[in-house]
């Protein structure tokens, strides 16, 4: 059993112990909250990552996927400009052939006189002029088909030149829009190579992030952790003062009725006492008497 000294040394360190405990508790809690915080903070970039890494990997095959359209693009101009080249080659010898037609057989430019009637014929159906003026006309548009006829051994060739030329003209249109084509693709390309390379350092920084946010996470959890085996380990030392505290009490309850039972019991053997001699019994006796013999049976 222990002493009044000892009593009040283990209630003050039950006290203290308490006191720690509630301390440790407050920690604990703030730890967890921090903990759960860090990793939060650690699950919401990693969802952050994966989905950039998505888009990153979308923008890259778009962007190689455009690459290749614009070199498969960039071919079809390149066949697109050959053949216009050769087309104005193929020109370029027909007007050879026409001026030596018509060097050969002394005659003009019939694509020359063919304009010259159109413009005379014009003027005459647009512009007022005295008879004799439009007759001089006429007689002007008369010969010059006549050289137009005559210029007949060249139309064969000047012809080929006009449908050529409309040809060029088709193929210029067509490589214009191919080039267009081209700077377009190029152009998103470049642009899906520029979110690519954005992307990558985003990812990087993302990543550095992600790293701290998850050491931070570790070095709280372990904190965590520590806090908690001194929590357990101050509980079981107040689980101990208290069990010895109780135990003290019992001891000292169990102590008192002993002592109790004991002046019951010399109460008891001295109203018997009192009966053998005879001697008048008190009711205080009897209270007494009853008292014992009821602890008897408990």
């Known amino acids: 059993m222990l002493t009044s000294e000892e009593k009040r040394d283990l209630h003050s360190s039950i006290s203290s112990k308490e006191n720690e405990v509630r301390a440790l508790r407050d920690e604990l809690n703030r730890l967890n909250q921090d903990k759960e915080s860090w990793f939060k903070k650690k699950s919401e970039i990693s969802a952050q990552i994966k989905g950039l890494i998505s888009s990153l990997y979308s923008n890259r095959d778009m962007r190689n996927?455009?690459?290749k359209e614009v070199r498969e693009i960039k071919s079809l101009r390149d066949v697109q400009n050959k053949e216009i080249r050769e087309h104005i080659i193929l020109i370029k010898d027909l007007e050879k052939q026409k001026l030596t037609a018509l060097k050969k057989h002394n005659l003009q430019d019939p694509s020359g006189i063919l304009k010259r009637i159109n413009d005379i014929e014009n003027k005459i159906e647009t512009e007022p002029m005295l008879f004799e003026k439009e007759k001089e006309l006429m007689k002007k548009i008369k010969e010059l088909k006549k050289?137009?006829?005559d210029a007949s051994a060249v139309s064969g060739i000047v012809e080929k030149i006009g449908?050529?030329?409309?040809?060029?003209?088709?193929?210029?249109?067509?490589?214009?829009?191919?080039h267009r084509d081209v700077q377009a693709k190029a152009k998103e390309s470049q642009e899906r190579h520029e979110e690519v390379i954005g992307a990558s350092g985003g990812l990087k920084e993302l990543r550095r992030k992600e790293e701290e946010a998850f050491s931070k996470f570790k070095e709280v959890k372990a904190k965590f952790v520590e806090t908690n085996e001194k929590l357990r380990k101050a509980l079981d030392e107040l689980n101990r003062m208290n069990a010895r505290l109780g135990k003290d009490k019992k001891e000292t309850s169990s102590m008192r009725e002993d002592r109790a039972m004991m002046s019951l019991q010399e109460k008891k053997n001295s109203v018997e006492e009192k009966i053998r001699k005879r001697v008048k019994i008190t009711t205080e006796d009897i209270l007494a008497f009853q008292e014992a013999e009821k602890k008897k049976f408990l």
Do not use: D, R, V
């Not at 030329?165 to 214009?176: P, V, W």
């Open 65 to 67: 996927t455009l690459t």
């Open 147 to 149: 050289q137009y006829k």
């Open 163 to 178: 449908t050529i030329s409309s040809e060029i003209n088709g193929l210029k249109q067509k490589a214009q829009k191919t």
